[in-house]
């Protein structure tokens, strides 16, 4: 019993000694020096066009000879330069297949229209820059859907906009199977960023 006594006099000295050492060992100086303000934010890309649709009027009951034109604004509404490509559809191929669609990027203060002559063929452009000229059933307009920098690619920087002039024809020369036909298009606008996308 008494060598018991002993050795749990023994543990409480060492355990007393031991929270002495450690109690002694923590007593050092120290600092600290935190680094903040480490941000990273991402850009967006965001392209809008104005007017949503109907870039011209509607042509109720048109006529071999009739045109119609319009224009609309392209603007980049993101923080990050992108290229965009267009591309059409059509819901009557026979119809798109017989009309002419000439798409140009404004130069002046207002587009050179008719750009085209009643039988289908192009009128000369004063200020304009032709983007694509061909039948109205065309997919690919202006450059490519496809990832990376196309051939035919638009580029515009954050918060650029420009303007595109889009015009049609149904020539004198179409035949009677237009008649009683009815077609509308959709131009859609597909964008990407540029930096790192080669």
């Not at 669609?101 to 008719?114: H, T």
């Not at 061909?134 to 580029?155: H, M, P, V």
């Not at 024809?169 to 080669?198: I, K, M, R, Y």
């Amino acid at each position: 019993m008494k060598n018991l006594k002993i050795v749990l006099v023994a543990l409480l000295i060492m355990g007393i000694a031991a929270a002495v050492v450690g109690t002694v060992s923590t007593a050092i100086f120290t600092d600290s020096s935190a680094v903040g303000g480490n941000t990273f934010n991402t850009g967006t890309v965001d392209i809008t066009t104005s007017p949503a649709s109907a870039i011209w009027a509607s042509v109720p009951a048109g006529a071999p000879g009739d045109r119609a034109t319009g224009s609309l604004t392209v603007t980049n509404n993101g923080s990050l330069q992108l290229r965009y490509s267009l591309s059409g559809a059509n819901t009557s191929a026979t119809l798109a297949a017989a009309m002419n669609l000439r798409i140009g990027l404004r130069g002046g203060a207002s587009c050179d229209f008719p750009y085209h002559n009643t039988d289908g063929t192009n009128t000369a452009l004063a200020d304009d820059a032709q983007l694509f000229s061909g039948t109205l059933n065309t997919t690919a307009l202006i450059g490519s859907n496809a990832q990376g920098n196309q051939a035919g690619d638009r580029t515009l920087n954050a918060a650029a906009n420009e303007v595109l002039c889009f015009a049609v024809v149904l020539p004198t020369t179409a035949g009677n199977g237009v008649q009683g036909l009815n077609d509308t298009s959709t131009f859609t606008f597909e964008a990407e960023q540029t930096a790192n996308n080669p």
